[in-house]
């Protein structure tokens, strides 16, 4: 058995001139696989034919599902398919659930033969992601095509592969968050984080509490640009929201794709928006309203049993709609100019025996912690949950470089390491000349594709708490669906390889490579992007 990984790379470059999708050069195509297979091999020499006409065999419930998928998308391009208990003699694919020798829950084997395509998983986790391997070799146009007869050996290298989409500094419909996740499945990213509450809007439905979303949602006009001195506003108001059917409409949608989708309810700082429906809440009478600027704004929820009351029956209803385990909570950008003036937060500091504002704030996310721990929760925040103590299960999103998440992994807490100078998806991505306006920043698709997720900084024993990476869309000044997908991709493909293969089956040329065939499927697809690599 001899390893064909160089001979592939040759491919690829070759490949890489194929603009056609003709029956002879998608046969190539297959070698443009994102994120890199961990192991690709060949035994014989020979092709495969799939064309219309192919039969899907598959008797257990979960290799159903994923027939079925599947079947869904060669409807797309015109296939006719059957599913069946039986192989034919050729032109098949057989997906089978059983014990692959692998420890790995995602772990796959795609097999092609003269005859036809074997994909064997333990679970429907890995019969999924082969299905995605499988799709990125097949034609476009609903031709035949011939594949190289080879076996992938496959399983990612971290359990938490992250996307995330901020929807409350700008609102997209429900039919595009199932575009967005239908991309993050197709280059096996397996958890959503929804940014769904901020001072400029409250975007999901609580229905106890309606003005959240009658007052919280609608703001009466955006600030234009970056003129934030003298300040300048549309005049143009800005709102939508999410109804609980709607979002377990997007749930369900996302566990079909092997999606975790984990939501973010911002506290106590980005609360404007729910101070303005519910100003008993604040520290000061108010009243407010929802934002129009960006950045951090000085007031947020003050920390009276009024308070908390308030955000246990909102997260009563979130954990009752997200069946993950985690619920993000925010943390971040919550200036204590106003608990320092309350005397509700001073009297909380002295009947806890806090030392200052920020043991204040590490007692009001271990308070909200227990809370969510009783309903068999676990708590993320981003970095700033480590000033005053951390909560004592609480995972740390590492946004401000990465010294937050080597402290939390030193003090054994899990991390998810997403630092601002690569994971920012906000960034500008080449030279601001002729590039749309962005918040700030430059994030190469190289810089993503070069990040090592685990800090040289951690030993051994604390590199486990490293679950992996995420990618962060900060929508300030992204108002449109195309606008959110040019940011996105392709540097979406560069950290699906950064977080699914291993560093020695990385190679930067390659990947480039690559590129040439993504960027036909993302047309297929629809999909907006920057073409410049």
């Known amino acids: 058995m001899k390893k064909v990984l160089l001979f592939f790379s040759v491919l690829a470059i070759v490949a890489s001139s194929c603009q056609s999708n003709s029956y002879e050069d998608l046969a190539l195509s297959q070698i443009a696989i994102v994120p890199q297979p961990q192991s690709i091999e060949t035994t014989e020499n020979g092709t495969m034919v799939i064309s219309s006409g192919l039969t899907i065999v598959a008797v257990k419930e979960e290799e159903l599902k994923i027939a079925n998928y599947l079947k869904d998308y060669f409807a797309e391009i015109n296939w006719t398919v059957k599913v069946k208990e039986d192989a034919p003699s050729s032109n098949f694919i057989s997906i089978q659930q059983k014990s692959i020798g692998s420890d790995n829950i995602e772990a796959y084997v795609l097999s092609i033969s003269q005859k036809g395509i074997q994909i064997e998983a333990a679970n429907g986790k890995g019969l999924f992601y082969a299905v995605q391997s ?163 704004n000085k007031n947020i929820y003050c920390p009276s049993e009024e308070t908390f009351t308030f955000l246990e029956n909102v997260l009563s209803e979130v954990v009752e709609l997200f069946p993950g385990q985690y619920i993000h909570i925010g943390g971040d950008e919550a200036p204590k100019d106003r608990w320092k003036e309350s005397a509700v937060a001073q009297a909380v500091i002295k009947r806890e025996g806090l030392k200052d504002e920020f043991e204040l704030q590490s007692y009001f996310i271990r308070r909200i912690e227990k809370f969510l721990i009783s309903k068999g929760k676990k708590l993320i925040g981003w970095d700033e949950i480590l000033e005053g103590g951390l909560a004592p299960e609480a995972t740390v999103m590492s946004w401000r470089g990465e010294a937050g998440g080597i402290e939390a992994a030193e003090q054994g807490h899990d991390v998810i390491m997403t630092p601002n100078s690569v994971a920012y998806f906000d960034h500008y991505q080449a030279g601001p000349e002729g590039e749309p306006l962005a918040i700030g920043g430059f994030t190469t698709l190289q810089d993503v594709y070069d990040y090592e997720p685990i800090p040289e900084e951690l030993s051994n024993e604390n590199q486990k708490h490293v679950l992996g990476a995420q990618a962060n869309v900060w929508t300030e000044y992204m108002k449109t669906t195309d606008y959110v997908e040019y940011m996105v991709f392709p540097r979406m493909l560069a950290l699906s390889e950064t977080v699914w293969s291993q560093p020695e089956v990385k190679d930067w040329a390659r990947f480039q490579e690559k590129l040439n065939w993504q960027m036909q499927l993302l047309d297929a697809r629809n999909v907006n992007y920057h073409k410049s690599n």
């Open 134 to 296: 499988l799709i990125q070799m097949l034609p476009l146009d609903g031709e035949a095509v011939k594949l190289p007869v080879m076996k992938i050996k496959d399983e990612p290298r971290f359990a938490y592969r992250g996307m995330h989409l901020d929807v409350a500094r700008h609102f997209f419909p429900v039919e595009f968050v199932k575009k967005y996740l239908d991309m993050m499945a197709f280059y096996k990213m397996n958890n959503f984080h929804w940014h769904l509450t901020e001072d400029q809007g409250w975007r999901i439905e609580i229905k106890k509490y309606p003005k959240l979303t009658e007052v919280g949602s609608v703001r009466k006009e955006t600030m234009v640009e970056k003129n934030f001195n003298p300040y300048v506003g549309d005049g143009i108001p800005h709102g939508g929201f999410y109804t609980q059917e709607e979002v377990k409409e997007i749930v369900a949608y996302a566990m079909e794709r092997q999606i975790n989708v984990i939501p973010e309810i911002e506290m106590p700082g980005h609360s404007l928006a729910a101070l303005a429906a519910y100003p008993e809440l604040g520290c000061t009478p108010g009243p407010f309203e929802v934002g129009t600027i960006w950045g951090v």
